[in-house]
């Protein structure tokens, strides 16, 4: 074990001192730093190559949530390195998207910080430098190996069935005057690590202890600066969190297997590396891993959708157990960050791959909906129907029987949006005359002409939720018809439809005007057909 790796298990991290004389951190950092009630501090560090899905807003939500716990600071921080997936307006967007759910970062791109840059593409002569310090320090080499000398070895390997695959350490020998050829002919290169023979120790506050081989004998040392001068991901993230005192990284599990390689390096740069806790997988209902592809998990699209930040966060609460609220409170009542750092224990993290309930989001946003008409002011709540409205192209009904009224068809809907949507489209589109008439020709058990006069009588009443009962009986009285023929028919002249809402409910959102305007339209309609064939249908 080396004498770094062996320091920073017992000394404090901060008191460790970069012993490579090429690195000033004073330069590099700045002479002043923000000042928090206590030295945690976290990073949450995506890739602007995509869409933020609900996976990666876990990993985010994890990390604000411990941050805001122990009252330290939540930084954002973009790894742009790849620059052959990098989306223009991605990172732009999943700015916008945390601030919508309320996680706004201390520090990062668009708010600053006191140690900056925090776009990885912006730090490039930081990598540089250090990748300079571990060649000098015997601890990385730069390689020449062409791609078309990597795939025969990759192929040898395969056909010998090798029991170290990747690269085999070729340039690693290389002498001091034959790397200087080379350069001075300008061929291209990498920059890789030497990995050494330690077996690591370390605790996960997620896994608990965990340990590892000699990772010398299962790969290859890995490319840490590429030949276009950006760094890979294991020298990018182990200079920023150490140049960022970055005190703790919670990052999914498929990161785990890289620990060991992380810890390698901070040694060799004589660096403590910050505490680890990798959090599981999340699973489909299926059992299949979450994946970016997916529309369903795209946050954007949920908010385009109409679900709520509250019910997303309440999702995300009732899945890998860190969240310690009752999955009971957390369904009927919802949670708020507040409440979630609360109750927010990185330790009781499930270990094992955990399935979102992405089917219980419905049942969770009628319930926040729920929460929002009770607590918002009557004024408040139209406005965002009014919004959804005007962005659809609608004209607005009644809002004042959409506030009353909601209660009794809110759990017919998934999110406010529905409300322009299925059964719900007759508010704000009346049906078209001529579908009416032929929808009411094709009625059974009811002729035209009968559908027709109650119709006129329909048109004459004051019909509205309060008298509806009394009006029902007066126009069953009055025609011959039965009292489901009757409401089958008022359903056909007011939505257009045979099927849908209760009728009680159609009619609670309309009010007697429109229902009278409606009326009359499909009677004029008919004057206007009798005119036009000269006979009556």
Known sequence: MSLAYSLYLRIPRREIIDRCPKCNLSQLRGSTHR????????????SPTGELHLGGLRTALYNYLFARKHNGAFILRCEDTDQTRFVPGAMEK????????????????????????????ERVDIYKQKADCLIGEGHAYRCFCTPQRLELVKKDQIRSQAVVQGYDNHCRGLSKEKVEEKLSANLPHVVRFKLNNDKHQWEDL?????????????????????????????????????????????RGSEWQSSTPKHLQLFAAFGWAPPSYAHLPLLMNEDGG??????????VELLREEGYQPQSILSLLALAGGAITINPNVVKEFGVTLESAAEHFDIKKTRRENTVLEISKLSELN??????????????????????????????????DLLHTNFLQYCDRLDTLRDLFEGDFVYLWQRPSPNHVRQTLANLKGVKVGEALDLVQLLGKAVLN?????????????????????????????????????????????????????????????????????????
């Not at 990772?215 to 840490?224: A, F, K, N, T, Y």
Request: aromatic share 8%.
């Open 366 to 399: 009628q319930n926040c909906l729920k929460r929002i008409y009770q607590t918002a002011t009557k004024e408040d709540f139209c406005a965002k129907i009014s919004e959804i409205a005007t962005e659809k192209g609608y004209s607005i009904v009644s809002l």
């Open 35 to 46: 000042n928090y009630s206590s030295n945690v501090r976290v990073r949450f560090a995506p």
């Open 94 to 121: 999943l700015i916008d998207l945390l601030s919508w759910i309320g996680m706004k970062p201390d520090e990062g791109p668009s708010l600053g910080g006191h140690y900056g840059p925090y776009v990885q593409s």
């Open 289 to 298: 891993k979450l994946s970016k592809r997916q529309d369903s998990m795209r």
């Open 465 to 537: 939720a309060q008298n509806f009962d009394e009006v029902m009986a007066t126009l069953q009285s009055q025609t011959s018809l039965k009292k489901s023929i009757i409401f089958k028919i008022i359903r056909v002249v007011v939505t257009g439809h045979e099927v849908g809402l209760p009728i009680s409910l159609i009619f609670d959102l309309l009010d007697a005007g429109e229902i009278w305007e409606r009326c009359q339209a499909v009677l004029l309609s008919q004057i206007q057909r009798q005119t036009d064939v000269g006979v009556e249908i």
């Open 206 to 250: 997620v896994f608990g202890h965990m340990t590892s081989e000699d990772l010398s004998r299962q790969e290859g040392d890995p490319v840490i600066l590429k030949t276009d001068g950006f760094p890979t991901y294991h020298l990018a993230n182990v200079v920023d969190d150490h140049l960022m005192d970055i005190s703790h990284v919670l």
